[in-house]
């Protein structure tokens, strides 16, 4: 079963790491985001990003969320497989074994969100017990 709801974007800093011509480049970006629904709390990501162009990137990174998910309270870190093409983020992601925290000790859990409108993504999670 997955639970869904949404998660806006409070805070992007990007830095270049290398580059080449027509957009080519590498990034490292620290995010800060707000989540709401069934998984409600605050996280902090880090994503390299390799860009093919100003439209088109590859991401991968973690993701340590602080919160609640389906009224279980605790922490836990996500390790993301990504894409950004034409204006439009998505990513698979799944917990790291042994990352949990709290009430999600000994869950796994993975899940996937897409970008909208606004700095804000919509996510669907699931969770299964170890």
Do not use: C, P
Not at 4 to 22: A, P
Not at 74 to 87: C, I, P
Request: hydrophobic share 35%; aromatic share 10%.
């Amino acid at each position: 079963m997955a639970f869904k709801g949404s998660f806006s974007v409070t805070q992007w800093d990007e830095d270049t790491l290398s580059e080449r011509s027509e957009g080519i480049k590498v990034s490292h970006a620290s995010i800060k985001q707000v989540y709401s629904g069934e998984m409600s709390g605050e996280s902090n990501v880090e994503f390299l990003m390799s860009y093919q162009s100003q439209m088109s990137a590859k991401f991968t990174g973690f993701e340590t969320f602080v919160g609640v998910v389906n009224g279980m309270r605790g922490t836990v870190t996500f390790q993301h497989a990504g894409k950004f093409e034409n204006g439009v983020a998505s990513s698979e992601f799944i917990s790291i074994e042994g990352s949990a925290t709290g009430e999600l000790t000994g869950k796994n859990l993975r899940g996937n969100y897409k970008s909208g409108e606004s700095g804000k993504a919509d996510y669907a999670i699931e969770i299964d017990n170890a």
